[in-house]
């Protein structure tokens, strides 16, 4: 019988993987790859990237990861308020200037400055509920955090809007992978938080790329981790769990004393049949939406007007933000090296119209905007690469928040990880797998401890 058996090789299955390594642990993922929604390629002095791009740092458990592991990363560099819109880049200002300085007619002006106060008092008032409070466990403060502004839309919020000042809010809201007609008012004024305070929040970029981490510690795990192997069935008895799965064909069956389940919502609520009914509706209720990412690598030797930018927001365009992952390596490098590595993410309706077309046609669109935006830039792509997520991410909508409760609520030895419960993304998921990962040594400690015919076998030496 396992110690552990770990159920989702992306962020959350690594991170309750290397926090468990001590003990007698399986880790299996379905897919040919580890890492989730976290995939990068590096090439030469850069790297491509279609999913995660920026982490937690500081006093938070990615940092905890990252430093544990002993994976480097560093702050973001460059501008992260880029706008390219109606013909018009503007990389340096104030944001508050943009509505003024882009070319649209006065009434998207005015309803954009009048709708950009609103979502300011809200961004203040979000700081406030958002700020974790003497005594409070982050359990807690998540369920606060959900109940934001959770009974309307953010497009509910905000208005009719004239079709100019509505496309500039759409960047920064639709990253969520929903459209401002989904998410929830509470999610989309978090986002402009996010964007506005980007040192207090996502701000490290993995050196190397994100796949530096994920590959690091699927290594470290080594035949830990089995590939291709699907779960079809998680069942609890008394003291166990039982994990049926396939691995290149072949029906298989692990026993394990619990199992930490970190897949998307949708295949929890699949897969582990007897958890709690209502947990079980509760996971089902949980809503994906999906992205497509491209990533691009040229060969310009000279210096570029994307330079200085990590981020520039491309409203009325087939990808809502480009993303200069080469300007990591701009703010390390003495002189400009040959070469740029951007990434292009279309989230929500963006991507449901582009996951009906072949990856030839969805280069092609991308390459024509990205010339629009970047003028000559598609005659400098020596490599481009289409990545499709249909189910990308998970986001708040309304009525999100009732469910909190239920999807934290602790007891029994299945264990439940993933960015699907809490707010912070990739932080969620690393921080509710070391949670897990935590109350899975409990469980063992206690199994230990009052095993019938003397106790268990201990953990490998650390």
């Given at each position: ?45 850069y790297w491509l990237n ?160 994100a796949s530096t981490l ?249």
């Open positions: 019988m396992k110690d552990v058996v770990i159920v989702g090789g992306g962020i959350a299955g690594l991170a309750a993987g290397w926090r468990l390594r001590h003990w007698d642990t399986l880790l299996l993922e379905s897919e040919g790859r580890v890492g989730g929604r976290i995939r990068s390629e590096r090439r030469g002095p279609w999913g995660g791009h920026v982490y937690a740092g500081g006093n938070s458990s990615t940092g905890w990861l990252l430093r544990d592991t002993g994976i480097d990363s560093t702050p973001v560099t460059g501008s992260l308020a880029g706008l390219s819109m109606n013909g018009k880049l503007l990389l340096k200002g104030r944001v508050e200037s943009y509505p003024f300085r882009i070319p649209m007619p006065w009434s998207a002006r005015v309803g954009m400055v009048k709708a950009g106060a609103k979502v300011a008092l809200a961004v203040a008032k979000y700081a406030r509920i958002v700020r974790l409070r003497p005594g409070e466990d982050e359990a807690t403060r998540q369920r606060r955090v959900y109940g934001f502004m959770n009974d309307r839309t953010f497009s509910d919020f905000i208005g009719d809007l004239p079709e100019d000042a509505e496309a500039l809010f759409t960047p920064t809201v639709t990253r969520s992978a929903a459209d401002i007609d989904q998410i929830s008012a509470g999610a989309g004024v978090g986002y402009f938080s996010l964007v506005w305070n980007i040192g207090a929040g996502l701000s490290q970029s993995i050196l190397g790329g994920t590959e690091s510690i699927a290594a470290a795990l080594s035949d830990r981790v089995r590939l291709n192997a699907t779960v079809d069935e998680i069942v609890q008895k008394k003291g166990s769990v039982i994990v049926r799965y396939r691995q290149d064909g072949v029906e298989q069956e692990v026993e394990a004393r619990c199992v930490v389940l970190a897949t998307p919502a949708t295949v929890s609520h699949r897969v582990a049949v007897d958890l709690d009914r209502d947990l079980r509706e509760a996971l089902s209720k949980i809503v994906y939406g999906p992205y497509v990412s491209a990533a691009f690598l040229t060969d310009e030797t000279e210096r570029q007007v994307w330079d200085d930018a990590y981020a520039i927001a491309t409203p009325k365009r087939s990808f809502n933000v480009l993303l200069n992952h080469s300007n990591i390596q701009r703010g390390l490098e003495s002189e400009r090296q040959p070469g740029s590595s951007i990434m292009t993410f279309s989230p929500g309706s963006l991507a449901r119209r582009l996951l009906e077309l072949d990856d030839d046609d969805i280069r092609r669109i991308y390459l024509d905007d990205l010339g629009q935006v970047l003028p000559g830039f598609a005659d400098k792509v020596v490599e481009a690469e289409v990545h499709r997520w249909p189910t990308g991410a998970p986001y708040c909508f309304p009525g999100r928040g009732a469910l909190q409760r239920t999807l934290t609520r602790r007891g029994g030895r299945v264990l439940l990880a993933g960015d699907y419960l809490g707010t912070l993304y990739t932080e969620t998921a690393i921080q509710t797998a070391l949670r897990a990962a935590q109350e899975a040594q409990s469980l063992l400690a206690t199994d230990r401890q009052t095993a019938p015919h003397g106790p268990a076998p201990m953990p490998a030496a650390m």
